[in-house]
């Protein structure tokens, strides 16, 4: 079975420092990794993937997430954090076998000005 | 990118009654869609997934015969809750994937049940 963990439920950072949403994966063969933010009474929207290649993915808005495969780990990071960045931020993972994704439960990410 | 639209947006219901939500993919065919439930500042749950011209398949505790999914074509896919509960109120967001790697999410549609 596979499973992400996000153990930060609210993660609150000042307009312009750099912010990091923690992610931790586990999968039983090698993963598809994403990452999504939501803003209130809205869906989903995609923000960047691991499928293979380089461990530093680039993706939307300025966001990048490293993927670590020792650590199982693919933590969404921004150098300089916007008050518009504020929202919801989910980890997926998805198994290459399988077809479906398991989110983890989510972090809050506020940014104050 | 692609994208995937939910109608209605928003909708009430008396509770006894049937409600049919709607999830298109608008610019891409979409070979499997799948249907999430997400409670207040919880997770989303996977309700099910479905593969056009196929039966759904639900995940674990998920009532097929409450929540109908019918995914007719390539583009769309509806979800029926049929005889709605309060305790169905909920969130529910579908979204969609083509031949790649990435699913596509509907921006969801609030169900209350009164």
């Known amino acids: 079975a596979q499973s992400v963990a996000q153990p930060e439920d609210q993660v609150n950072v000042a307009e312009g420092n750099p912010l990091t949403v923690k992610c931790t994966y586990s999968?039983?063969?090698?993963?598809?990794l994403f990452w999504y933010v939501q803003y209130p009474n809205r869906g989903l929207q995609f923000l960047l993937k691991y499928i293979t290649g380089d461990n530093l993915v680039k993706g939307s808005y300025g966001f990048e997430a490293e993927f670590n495969k020792s650590q199982t780990s693919f933590h969404l990071k921004k150098p300089s954090a916007l008050v518009s960045d504020s929202a919801l931020y989910f980890c997926a993972v998805r198994d290459m076998s399988a077809g479906k994704s398991t989110f983890g439960d989510g972090t809050t990410l506020t940014v104050k000005p | 990118g692609a994208v995937v639209s939910q109608h209605p947006s928003r909708v009430i219901c008396k509770s006894g009654t049937s409600v049919k939500i709607e999830c298109r993919s608008l610019d891409f065919q979409a070979t499997t869609m799948f249907w999430y439930r997400q409670f207040p500042k919880q997770s989303l749950m996977l309700m099910a997934t479905?593969?056009?011209?196929?039966?759904?398949?639900?995940e674990q505790g998920v009532e097929k015969d409450k929540f109908l999914i019918n995914h007719a074509s390539l583009t769309l896919s509806t979800l029926t809750v049929t005889s709605a509960h309060p305790e169905d109120s909920s969130f529910y967001i579908c979204s969609a994937r083509g031949d790649g790697y990435e699913q596509y999410f509907g921006p969801g549609t609030r169900l209350t049940v009164t």
């Open positions: 479905s593969n056009e011209g196929s039966k759904a398949t639900y």
């Open positions: 999968v039983s063969g090698n993963p598809y």
